[in-house]
């Protein structure tokens, strides 16, 4: 069996059960189409849809050559991004714009939002996606972003057979389908670094972000220690809870506010979740 029919065998064996799953998107946000990919970082590729035929479409016209969510981990970050075919396209890219871009509304994929988080074993996909009868779905998008990310954990619990069962039954190898552009092409969203580099700029020139803070690396018992404080718990319970002494919580607070800028505890909540809010810690 070829590469081709592998992606199309998986996920037609799979597109009632991905249909069945996002009901909920389907009511609440008026979603008629998801497309979930996945790239490990040892390059294979998991592509499911409730949208047999688009994917059948992009695989027949091989548009995964073009595709920017089919990339190496190493050039794409985490982030999301809201579009639709009656904008300038989202992507500066020749070849994604004549074939995915162009020919996603004649699927009912006109508008929607796109999603990609990365993580330690490289990164997934998730695009919510309504045909041009669904006006409200910007509006109801951004006003329940949070709503997207309970989802996205609740979908990521309910294909967990569906992903073991598809690595064990077929390896679909990017690099083997895509060849040196697999490496070579840009994501959809730039590298997290560079992502961030031009949140710190542009805070900066608006003289919201201290430029010291480009680099901040709170360690893991710093987070756990600042997560207790902002719940309320005084030294002495985060000391029983993480088993540690309470100087050392104390050091860690000490530490915490050196490094966030701050000379006072008050301030530790606003200025953590200003920074957290920015994926910058």
């Not at 592509?47 to 981990?73: A, F, G, R």
């Not at 580099?197 to 972000?209: P, S, V």
Request: aromatic fraction near 14%; hydrophobic fraction near 35%; charged fraction near 25%.
């Amino acid at each position: 069996m070829s590469l081709h029919e592998d992606i199309l065998s998986g996920a037609k064996k799979y597109y009632e059960k991905i249909n069945k799953i996002i009901d909920p998107v389907k009511s609440f946000f008026g979603i008629n189409c998801i497309v979930y990919i996945e790239v490990t970082n040892d390059n294979n590729l998991i592509n499911l849809t409730n949208n047999y035929s688009w994917l059948e479409h992009c695989i027949y016209n091989k548009y995964y050559m073009h595709d920017p969510q089919m990339v190496s981990p190493n050039n794409i970050g985490t982030g999301h991004i809201m579009w639709s075919t009656n904008w300038e396209s989202h992507y500066d890219d020749e070849g994604y714009n004549n074939s995915l871009f162009a020919d996603a509304a004649f699927f009912g994929i006109e508008k929607g939002l796109t999603w990609i988080d990365k993580n330690q074993m490289g990164y997934k996909v998730y695009i919510f996606s309504s045909d041009s009868k669904n006006e409200k779905i910007h509006p109801k998008l951004y006003s329940n972003i949070s709503l997207i990310k309970h989802f996205i954990n609740y979908f990521d619990e309910e294909i967990k057979p569906i992903r073991q069962e598809y690595f064990l039954s077929r390896k679909i190898d990017l690099v083997e389908l895509k060849g040196e552009k697999y490496y070579s092409q840009r994501g959809m969203i730039i590298q997290e670094y560079n992502q961030h580099l031009q949140k710190y700029l542009f805070l900066k020139e608006i003289n919201l972000l201290d430029s010291d803070l480009l680099n901040i690396k709170l360690t893991n018992r710093e987070i756990q220690c600042i997560k207790l404080y902002l719940n309320g718990n005084a030294a002495q319970d985060t000391a029983k809870i993480l088993s540690i002494s309470r100087r050392t919580v104390e050091t860690h607070m000490n530490n915490i506010k050196s490094k966030l800028k701050i000379n006072y505890k008050k301030d530790l909540f606003k200025r953590f979740m200003f920074l957290k809010d920015l994926e910058i810690i």
